[in-house]
């Protein structure tokens, strides 16, 4: 599967960012779908995943301001981000996986094979 994630920019603290990731290929509902960023500097964190069955993890640093969602029918994953803050500043990658289990994730970016090009989020204070 093939990966192109979009919808980055330059914002200021508090404000909404809606990112989104198109997969091209077969079988996209059969992949849990992440998100990663990796900050200036910094080694590369997950960020929230859905997994084929839809359900929704998160890192503890954006639980309750991101949202991951997944439309198969435009096989495509969204990640909603409000209450922007400055340390969210980071270049956010989609990736993707199969798992067997429907609740299958991963927060290694080392499991993942099939990573979209990255889409810049700055968040100014």
């Known amino acids: 599967v093939q990966l192109q994630a979009s919808g980055g920019g330059l914002v200021q603290a508090g404000d909404s960012l809606r990112l989104s990731c198109v997969a091209s290929?077969?079988?996209?509902?059969?992949?849990?779908m992440s998100w990663f960023r990796q900050a200036p500097g910094k080694v590369r964190e997950f960020v929230a995943a859905?997994?084929?069955?839809?359900?929704?993890y998160y890192a503890d640093s954006v639980k309750g301001r991101f949202t991951i969602s997944r439309d198969n029918a435009k096989t495509t994953v969204y990640l909603q981000m409000n209450s922007l803050k400055p340390e969210d500043t980071a270049v956010y990658s989609c990736?993707?996986?199969?798992?067997?289990?429907?609740?299958?994730?991963?927060?290694?970016?080392?499991?993942?094979?099939?990573w979209g090009q990255g889409t810049l989020v700055t968040v100014s204070s």
């Open positions: 990736a993707a996986v199969l798992y067997d289990t429907y609740t299958g994730y991963s927060r290694d970016p080392e499991d993942y094979k099939n």
């Open positions: 290929g077969r079988a996209f509902s059969t992949y849990t």
């Open positions: 859905i997994s084929k069955g839809g359900n929704k």
